[in-house]
């Protein structure tokens, strides 16, 4: 792919000089500024030169440089908001043009459901629109995570994982619809790229979506690509580079270098001392110099006998040691031209990302083709193609296992080895991993050279979207569009686990003759969207009209193998036939068809208002006949009231907006596991293999989970096994439903400088599609339902505006704001409690609570210790405490923008603020001994006094830490709610019965209670800082064929603020999400969030 690349990018150049060299005969350069009348330079102002219509835009200053013919007259300037003007052209090389404000300029025009584009001021919901151009210069990998912090109420929880998918959460609900052109795409937001982007908007909640149907239940980002337009004649070529480094680490657990290896203060290399030879934690002597048997101790072969060296801390260190700096290079080439027929672009592009995890590496090529036809005055084609290709021959994996980097160093990792003398001494026998040098003593560990060099993860995936499109103008009221759309990925991974490697248990190869293993996970997607449509533009009278009416059919099919050899036969052949028994193997199918109607109609009341009505009817495959078609509809009204009335001169524009919509669905999941998971509900990771983490790749496509079918289940001795559904079907479920009012008001003040936006909404999220619990004596578990309804009621805040604005210098600013919360409305029939995420819900209780094991305390709330560890209250979900919040309290976001002539300087801080979360790798960290703050605080204090009675480790050590709270001393306690009743009929004493530190921090202590590892979810970041410097067009009047010319400095993740930083609390964007019920209350292990620090250059010739 490289060479082909590199092929492509000579022909464009080759071209590219071809076609300026044509163009430039017989032209000269005329250069300028176009600017206000009070001198402030117009960035993005139009300069067409007559009658050869050559174009150009003015640079963020407002100068220019236009290449005009010999027999060009005049130059035809224009600006949105300004009113347009004529420049006659003489012999000059230079002038200057001041516009005139347009008063009566229409507000920002924006794209809306299914391409239409509107007048912000026209439409009655909220939405929010980014220019891509915007967001290239202080870039991502995935041009998605550009928006956090961007867009009010949108909240993008950046994945530090290689090809890790955003999560996008949306008033708080996930699983967003992106449409692109358009037309509705299954992407994984990596086959789009930045360069190819021209806009973004963000329509928010079920209002603003309503035409997308269920699809768009909980919102949709609408991307409008680039194209070669009439506005830019002749051709354009654009190119952009950009190189990000990955380098120190933003959020990272903090590791002791106080105490090695071992348990109980106790080690000696080879030795059995602890969980079954699966794992040996940290909580071994602590580093004094004396001499204890390593892995690199003098070892004797003749008599076996190691010799003990000094015990000391060599590996401060290991884990910033072993990553490497990841680097970023992304290159984009673009081609565009126009006639007064066609248009088309074409462009290319390639990301190769070197991971910061050394032997990881992906390589992403995307070729974007546009173009459009006009056959004749009434008939235009249309067509678009975008493919992209993935490939890593190795991608990390993050989990709590053992083949991931942080479960190796920051969980199980320890300071009496330096991980840099490994590197090359792991090989043994066949390749096979070495037990000589370090760690491998332990069935869960490995040498993280091994892993990083052998235990391999491959990702190959390919991914085409594109349409054909036929408009055909029947008159000047109404265009007829037909239009037809596939959307297609393939997806192969696999998974190499060599001969030696560690998993769950201790299966070293030379024990049983274990070779190794393999895994393929194959999926296949397919979708096709044809539509057909009428597009109605009148004026009557006074009364404007603007209507769609439109048919569609959506096919959908999907694929999936997942295989797993039992053993090599041959170490190092990675073939499912090199399986040492029969291998084991599992597909899963799926096929959904929908045909929809649809309509449309806006209604503007000459300057008074727009009142708009949509209705949709689907008939969904998914849900039995007599309930699966449905109809839904949307109504808004907005009015400009300064259109009408006699508002204050410093009010520029001033709307009111109101909106009410309702939609339908049901059965259909947004994402899907492997096929072994999809069909035995079960995890791979702790399941059928005891490691790894599984793999949800975007679907939006039928659940069948109304159903009573037989289906295969995990094997059974060698043997496939079969399951009945435990759910009972409903033959008579309806579609879910989900009703959303919003309110709203946009205000711009100082000629349009300030602006003003804030939201308010109320969204009923039900009756819901719901499993109800049965009793176990039918045989079920529980039953398809419709039932339960949520309430969610929030605002959102919006200011932007240019506070400062002179001839030479802007300041330009953008904050967010935004809240909700969603309580739970109503229950099933006669049920009076639900039973959801551990706890037992009523009526008006916020679903986004958080319950858990706590600990038990007496009136004066002192905790109560049992045998020297924390009580607890028995483990059901009666007894479960009150944690905390999932969703924070608020978000915003603060972005700035300063300019200086040529030179600009922005910058962007965001974040949530309130809510809790549970600190997972504190926990685990904790519990394996490696943590900073295990050697802190009064189990850190208890752990050296301990030590200290061991005798240098070479006595049983005496249990120093003591709780403080009180005991029971008499009577036997009563349990609610997790907290003691009974309090007052029992006897309580002081605590004074000690426990071992490491019993404390593990799960009989600390580690059992959930509380004690929660902590407030609030963050501040520095999302990204960007300095660009632009060549004045008086400079590049010297280079016959560069236009324009950027040069960036940018970072990305520079400033990480929050109460624990051993976590990145960004990573977890979702407290409660209503599209399924759960809870992201934290938990997982994550890779560190790494700064970024790189440079863009953009060239236009």
Excluded: C
Excluded at 558 to 575: D, E, I, M
Excluded at 900 to 921: A, E, H, L, P, T
């Amino acid at each position: 792919m490289q060479a082909l690349f590199k092929k492509v990018l000579l022909g464009f150049m080759l071209l590219t000089f071809f076609m300026t060299n044509v163009f430039s005969q017989d032209t000269r350069v005329v250069t300028g500024k176009i600017q206000t009348t009070t001198g402030q330079g117009i960035a993005g102002a139009a300069l067409k030169a007559m009658p050869s219509k050559r174009t150009v835009l003015t640079d963020n200053d407002g100068t220019f440089k236009l290449t005009i013919s010999n027999g060009d007259k005049t130059v035809e300037v224009s600006s949105l908001g300004f009113l347009a003007q004529t420049y006659t052209l003489g012999k000059e090389i230079t002038f200057l043009l001041a516009l005139q404000e347009d008063t009566k300029a229409l507000t920002d025009v924006v794209v809306i459901a299914y391409g239409i584009k509107r007048e912000t001021k026209r439409i009655g919901y909220s939405i929010q629109e980014l220019k891509g151009s915007d967001l290239t210069k202080a870039r991502d990998a995935n041009p998605i995570n550009s928006l956090a912090g961007k867009v009010a109420g949108l909240t993008v929880g950046a994945n530090a994982e290689m090809l890790g998918r955003p999560e996008l959460v949306l008033r708080g609900s996930k699983d967003l619809l992106f449409v692109v052109d358009g037309v509705p795409v299954n992407t994984d937001t990596w086959n789009i790229a930045p360069d190819d982007i021209e806009s973004y908007t963000v329509l928010k909640g079920t209002n603003a979506s309503a035409l997308y149907g269920f699809r768009g239940l909980n919102g949709a980002i609408v991307i409008t690509t680039k194209r070669g337009t009439k506005d830019k004649k002749g051709w354009q070529v654009d190119f952009n580079s950009s190189t990000m480094a990955e380098s120190g680490f933003l959020s990272v657990p903090q590791s002791q270098a106080e105490y090695g290896r071992g348990t109980n203060y106790g080690y000696s290399y080879g030795d059995v001392l602890y969980d079954n030879k699966q794992r040996l934690p940290e909580w071994g002597p602590r580093f004094e110099g004396q001499l204890v048997k390593q892995y690199n101790s003098p070892y004797d072969i003749v008599t076996g006998i190691r010799t003990a060296t000094p015990w000391t801390a060599k590996g401060i260190n290991n884990f910033e040691n072993f990553m490497q700096t990841g680097i970023i290079n992304t290159n984009n080439i673009s081609m565009s031209g126009a006639t007064e027929k066609s248009d088309i672009r074409i462009s290319i592009s390639n990301m190769n990302q070197k991971g910061m995890a050394p032997n990881t590496k992906l390589s992403s090529y995307t070729l974007a083709v546009n173009g459009g036809y006009n056959i004749s005055k009434k008939l235009r084609l249309e067509a678009s193609l975008n493919y992209n290709k993935q490939y890593s021959p190795n991608i990390p994996d993050v989990n709590y296992g053992p083949n991931s980097y942080i479960y190796m160093f920051k969980v199980y990792g320890a300071a009496d080895y330096d991980v840099r003398d490994l590197e090359d001494i792991y090989k043994g026998p066949q390749g096979v991993q070495n037990l000589i040098p370090y760690a491998q003593e332990y069935g869960r560990e490995n040498s993280a050279w091994f892993m990083a060099k052998k235990w391999l993860r491959s990702h190959d995936k390919s991914d085409v979207n594109g349409y054909i499109k036929a408009s055909y103008k029947a008159n000047n009221d109404l265009t007829l569009n037909l239009r037809s759309q596939i959307s297609t990925w393939s997806q192969l991974r696999t998974e190499q686990v060599p001969a030696g490697a560690n998993l769950n248990t201790y299966t070293p190869w030379f024990v049983f003759g274990w070779y190794g293993d393999y895994h393929e996970d194959s999926r296949r997607l397919s979708e096709n969207n044809t539509d057909l449509t009428a597009n109605y533009e009148k004026k009557v009278g006074q009364i404007g009209i603007s209507a769609l009416a439109g048919v569609s059919q959506r096919s959908f099919s999907y694929n999936s193998f997942w295989g797993t050899t039992k053993a090599l036969a041959v170490p190092n052949l990675y073939v499912m036939s090199n399986s040492k028994d029969a291998p084991l193997s599992y597909t899963w199918n799926s096929r959904m068809q929908v045909y929809s109607a649809f309509y449309s109609i806006d209604l503007s009341l000459s300057k008074y208002a727009t009142l708009s009505h949509t209705g949709r009817v689907d008939q969904l495959s998914t849900l039995a006949d007599g309930n699966n078609t449905f109809y839904y509809p949307s109504v808004s009204l907005s009015s400009a009231l300064k259109d009408y009335l006699n508002l204050p001169s410093f009010i520029s524009f001033a709307k009111v907006r109101a909106s009410f919509a309702e939609v339908k669905g049901g059965l259909t999941q947004s994402t899907i596991p492997s096929a072994f998971t999809a069909i035995t509900g079960t995890s791979t990771n702790g399941g059928l293999l005891g490691y790894g983490s599984d793999l949800y790749s975007s679907y939006d496509g039928p659940s069948y989970t109304n159903q009573n079918a037989y289906s295969f289940q995990s094997y059974y001795n060698g043997t496939p096994s079969v399951g009945y559904s435990n759910t009972i079907a409903n033959a008579s479920l309806k579609p879910f439903n989900r009703t959303s009012y919003e309110g709203g008001v946009d205000l711009k003040f100082a000629k349009n400088r300030l602006g003003f936006d804030f939201t308010y909404f109320t969204s009923f999220n039900g009756p819901q599609i719901y499993a109800l619990p049965v009793a176990s004596s039918t045989g079920y578990s529980a039953q398809n339902v419709n039932g339960i309804t949520s309430k969610k009621v929030g605002f959102e805040i919006t200011l932007s505006g240019t506070p400062i604005k002179t001839a030479n210098f802007n300041w330009d600013i953008n904050a967010t704001y935004a809240t909700f919360k969603e309580t739970l409305d109503a229950i099933y029939g006669t049920e009076t409690g639900l039973a959801l995420n551990n706890h037992i819900f009523q009526v008006g209780d916020r679903l986004d609570a958080i319950y858990g094991s706590g600990f038990v305390r007496d009136a004066t709330n002192n905790i109560i210790w049992s045998g020297g560890t924390p009580l607890r209250a028995p483990s059901d979900i009666t007894n479960n405490k009150f944690l905390g919040f999932a969703n924070p309290d608020y978000t915003f976001g603060i972005a700035n923008k300063f300019t200086y002539k040529n030179v600009s300087f922005g910058f962007q801080f965001d974040g949530r603020i309130g809510g809790s979360i549970y600190d997972g790798i504190y926990h685990d960290g904790m519990n394996g001994g490696t943590s900073i703050e295990s050697v802190q605080g009064e189990i850190g204090a208890a752990r050296l006094a301990e030590w200290l009675t061991t005798n240098t480790g070479t006595v049983a050590q005496t249990a120093k830490f003591i709780g403080q709270g009180v005991k029971i001393i008499s009577g036997t306690p009563k349990y609610a709610g997790g907290q003691i009743t009974n309090l007052s009929e029992l006897t309580f004493a002081a605590n004074d019965v000690a426990a071992k530190a490491q019993t404390i921090a593990g799960g009989s202590g600390y580690g059992g209670v959930d509380e004690y590892w929660m902590t407030n979810r609030s963050f501040v970041k520095l999302r990204e800082v960007n300095i660009a410097y632009s060549l004045p067009a008086n400079f590049l009047a010297k280079f016959k064929y560069i236009k324009g010319a950027t040069f960036s400095l940018v970072g990305r993740n520079l400033l990480y603020f929050a109460k624990r930083t051993d976590q990145d609390s960004d990573q977890f964007a979702s407290g409660y999400n209503d599209s399924d019920r759960s809870i992201q209350r934290g938990g997982a292990l994550q890779s560190a969030t790494a700064r970024r620090f790189g440079f863009n250059i953009n060239l236009n010739f």
